[in-house]
């Protein structure tokens, strides 16, 4: 598991993604450009929503594909619930709480991608619970050790 995210890590920082500051910095400027009578500023804000929500869409999808890739080999990344499905909403949603919630330092947090914020907040609020079966066979494991 540790090799996929280190991989997901390094090709997110190598390429030149979009940092939150700037995602942040259009969520919250959305509204204000709203509120102004100005057609350019409307005009503004329908296209800025329009890019997050593209923006939002493609970083759920390339999450649950990696997360597939994670999952044949034995490590997913986050287990959606039955029913539940990464909508561009949901991922922009999450990515906004996530990044409001990040407990690092205000400068390290703002040079984090967008993928990157996603990633931890996809795995903070879908995590996988460890199955029955592999608890057992650990401990059964441990205690032959043991004994």
Same mark, same amino acid.
């Not at 500051?21 to 800025?48: C, G, L, T, Y």
């Not at 890019?51 to 869409?57: A, Q």
């Not at 390290?108 to 609020?125: F, H, P, W």
């Given at each position: 598991?540790?090799?996929?995210?280190?991989?997901?890590?390094?090709?997110?920082?190598?390429?030149?993604?979009?940092?939150?500051?700037?995602?942040?910095?259009?969520?919250?400027?959305?509204?204000?450009?709203?509120?102004?009578?100005?057609?350019?500023?409307?005009?503004?804000?329908?296209?800025?929503?329009?890019?997050?929500?593209?923006?939002?869409?493609?970083?759920?999808?390339?999450?649950?594909?990696?997360?597939?890739?994670?999952?044949?080999?034995?490590?997913?990344?986050? $287990?959606? =619930?039955?029913?539940?499905?990464?909508?561009?909403?949901? &991922?922009?949603?999450?990515? %906004? #709480?996530?990044?409001?919630?990040?407990?690092?330092?205000?400068?390290?947090?703002?040079?984090?991608?967008?993928?990157?914020?996603?990633?931890?907040?996809?795995?903070?609020?879908?995590? $996988?619970? =460890?199955?029955?079966?592999?608890?057992?066979?650990?401990? &059964?494991?441990?205690?032959? %050790? #043991?004994?």
């Amino acid at each position: 598991m540790k090799p996929i995210i280190y991989l997901l890590l390094l090709l997110s920082s190598s390429t030149h993604a979009d940092t939150i500051d700037h995602f942040m910095n259009i969520v919250n400027n959305i509204p204000q450009m709203e509120m102004k009578a100005d057609p350019q500023a409307q005009a503004w804000a329908r296209s800025a929503r329009n890019i997050l929500i593209l923006t939002s869409e493609s970083i759920a999808e390339s999450l649950i594909l990696t997360n597939e890739a994670a999952k044949e080999r034995g490590a997913p990344l986050f $287990c959606l =619930p039955s029913g539940v499905q990464l909508t561009a909403p949901i &991922m922009s949603e999450l990515i %906004q #709480q996530t990044y409001r919630e990040i407990s690092s330092q205000q400068s390290d947090k703002n040079k984090m991608t967008v993928s990157q914020v996603a990633l931890l907040g996809i795995s903070k609020q879908y995590p $996988c619970q =460890p199955q029955q079966g592999t608890q057992d066979n650990q401990m &059964m494991h441990m205690s032959n %050790q #043991q004994g």
